[in-house]
């Protein structure tokens, strides 16, 4: 940890720690390995020489556990014939500054250090820090911001020390997943393909260590966008993560939808109904849009599926009175129109917001009907009005077959750049009977689509980019410009596989499998759009969290896709429609939950599914 760029230990938004070096007979050592063991913990390796008699082997390794929790453990193997007496060098330091400053390159120097307890401690006028060793150093110096020991190592002897860092006052960080009962359930795949294995072993490590609490309710968990950058409430992404995690159970989707209703607006005015969400950069050719409008869409639908999967009826009934305030937001913010409009003057209609409202509308009737409740009608009448005008008013077509518009201007001009964001397009939501709803595009207009998002210029090899290749303002690390987002490839993959189109759908399904391999299974929420290759790998981006939550629920998508299991939870049936293909060959998901049981399933090479295990009294349907 050099104190360069982005590195560093963070805590409620403060990089408390910037630089720790370390220095074994005045030299570093050598890196020969360093990997994330899981999500919240770390492991790096180095080596030395530190007897003159040991010819060119090392005889000393230096192995340091990082752990998320703030606290690290150096420790020293001696492998030499001799007795060792090594002088280990800490060098400590941090500036204090903020998440923002440092994402946009602005944080300060170091700050100077003070001698304080076992350690050494930092402050500014917004917040302090300080590092505590055990043992206690035998030298402590301010000035350079370094602690020293002097350690007697035996043959093939070790010797540790532990830091730990946090604010002053703070107490230690547990993580939710660490001392609860988990809201997901432990699934496990298998298969001819052995990646599927670690994928969802690992993306559900990585749920658990996002998991937050509600701290006026602590009984309510959902999940934190991703580390580092994005540690707090997430409204958007936390209903997007809970959503793919279905399969899982529904406790997680339940602890999310009851914290976000608490923060639903209900005063009078346009925005009653909204739940409140920051602006998200879209893009060269967009304005930021409202991450609030997408999450105030996500919440009925989110709920209608829920219950679909086996959200109680109780639990259902104490829901619904928030998601009909959403989606009577809905219904007003249309008004006498036919779109939904961006919620800031002057802002375009985008494609993906009608994609999520539409969606909204037929889950939302389908629930308010199923409920007992009035409006479902008016909704439905909406939805196929929608349909009709979208249609011809985002379609634009060309001589290579046509491609929706990414949005229409205010003066109806549409925004003819392709991207990731049409595959929400695809993602229609789930009705009865394991019937998908009807989408926004016609039969033609979606195998057009489908060949796009499977050719050249949006499939890189590793995944869906978020702006074509060919596209103006393509950056192949841009956030919304061409990087690899690996929760909108999951749902281009659903989608794909839903409407039929598997060939496109199995390639980018093998392409983001690779990928996860590459970073070790643990799938960051984006990385570049360069183009695959024989033998390359994907690039990193160098500001994507990792864990992300919504990255760690795309690999549980992801698997769940191959079985194409649909259920229907208060008809007492489930659907399987798996990938008759069988891109990965053999593959059984065992520990999944529908009803509130476990729910296993494997699907042949041959593509043919067949239930292992499921709730007593659940019926296969056709």
């Known amino acids: 940890m050099t104190g360069q760029g982005l590195e560093g230990f963070y805590r409620a938004g403060r990089r408390v720690l910037s630089r720790c070096q370390v220095r074994v007979a005045g030299r570093e050592p050598l890196v020969v390995q360093a990997r994330m063991t899981s999500a919240d913990r770390a492991r790096f390796v180095g080596a030395l020489r530190a007897s003159p008699h040991s010819g060119p082997d090392p005889d000393l390794v230096v192995e340091r556990i990082r752990h998320a929790d703030g606290t690290e453990r150096i420790t020293l193997h001696s492998a030499a014939l001799r007795p060792l007496r090594v002088p280990l060098e800490v060098a400590l330091g941090t500036d204090l500054a903020d998440l923002g400053a440092i994402a946009s390159g602005t944080a300060g120097p170091e700050l100077p250090a003070s001698v304080h307890d076992s350690g050494l401690r930092w402050s500014c006028a917004t917040g302090n820090s300080s590092v505590t060793a055990d043992p206690p150093p035998a030298d402590a110096l301010a000035s350079a911001g370094l602690l020293r020991w002097e350690f007697e190592l035996p043959p093939g002897g070790s010797r540790s020390v532990e830091l730990r860092v946090r604010p002053d006052g703070a107490g230690p960080v547990r993580a939710v997943g660490r001392m609860a009962t988990s809201p997901l359930a432990a699934a496990r795949a298998s298969g001819d393909d052995l990646r599927v294995q670690s994928l969802l072993r690992t993306s559900v490590e990585d749920l658990h260590a996002l998991l937050l609490r509600d701290p006026a309710h602590p009984s309510d968990m959902h999940l934190a966008a991703g580390a580092p950058w994005r540690c707090g409430p997430a409204p958007a992404e936390a209903l997007v993560a809970a959503r793919m995690t279905l399969p899982l159970g529904t406790r997680l989707a339940a602890g999310t939808l009851r914290t976000l209703a608490r923060s639903q607006l209900r005063s009078a005015g346009p925005q009653s109904g909204m739940i409140p969400g920051p602006r998200r950069d879209t893009g060269p050719h967009l304005p930021p849009g409202c991450t609030g409008t997408e999450a105030t869409l996500l919440f009925p639908s989110l709920l209608a599926e829920a219950r679909r999967w086996g959200l109680s009826e ?14 009577a937001w809905l219904r007003t913010a249309v008004g006498e129109g036919t779109y939904l409009c961006d919620p ?128 103006a303002g393509y950056n192949p690390f841009g956030h919304r410009s061409g990087a690899v987002r690996v929760h909108e490839t999951a749902i281009g993959v659903a989608g794909l596989a839903a409407a039929g189109y598997e060939k496109e759908a199995s390639s980018l399904l093998r392409g983001a499998l690779a990928a996860a391999e590459s970073f070790g299974h643990r799938l960051p929420e984006m990385y570049a759009g360069e183009q695959r290759t024989a033998g390359s790998a994907p690039l990193p981006h160098p500001a994507a969290c990792r864990p992300a939550a919504t990255a760690a629920a795309a690999g549980v998508l992801l698997l769940v896709t191959l079985a194409g299991i649909r259920p229907d939870a208060p008809a007492g049936t489930v659907t399987l429609r798996p990938m008759h293909s069988a891109p990965l060959g053999e593959i059984v998901l065992r520990g999944l939950r529908i009803a509130g049981a476990p729910f296993s399933v494997r699907v042949s090479r041959l593509g043919l599914a067949m239930v292992e295990e499921a709730a007593e009294g659940l019926q296969l349907g056709v």
């Open 314 to 327: 109780a639990e259902t009934e104490v829901l619904l009175p928030a998601a009909e305030h959403c989606l």
């Open 344 to 471: 800031h003057p002057g802002g375009p209609v985008r494609c993906e917001t009608q994609a999520h409202a539409h969606r909204a509308a037929l889950l939302g009737a389908d629930l308010l009907d199923a409920c007992g409740r009035p409006g479902g009608a008016e909704l439905r009448q909406w939805a196929q009005a929608l349909r009709a005008a979208f249609r011809e008013d985002f379609w634009i077509d060309d001589r290579g077959g046509g491609r929706p518009a990414a949005a229409r201007a205010p003066d109806g001009t549409p925004v003819p750049h392709l991207g990731a964001a049409a595959a929400h397009l695809l993602d229609t939501g789930l009705l009865g009977g394991g019937e998908s709803a009807p989408g926004l595009l016609d039969k033609v207009q979606t195998e057009q689509l489908a060949r796009l998002l499977g050719g050249p210029g949006m499939d890189s090899g590793w995944g869906l980019r978020g702006l074509g290749a060919k596209e």
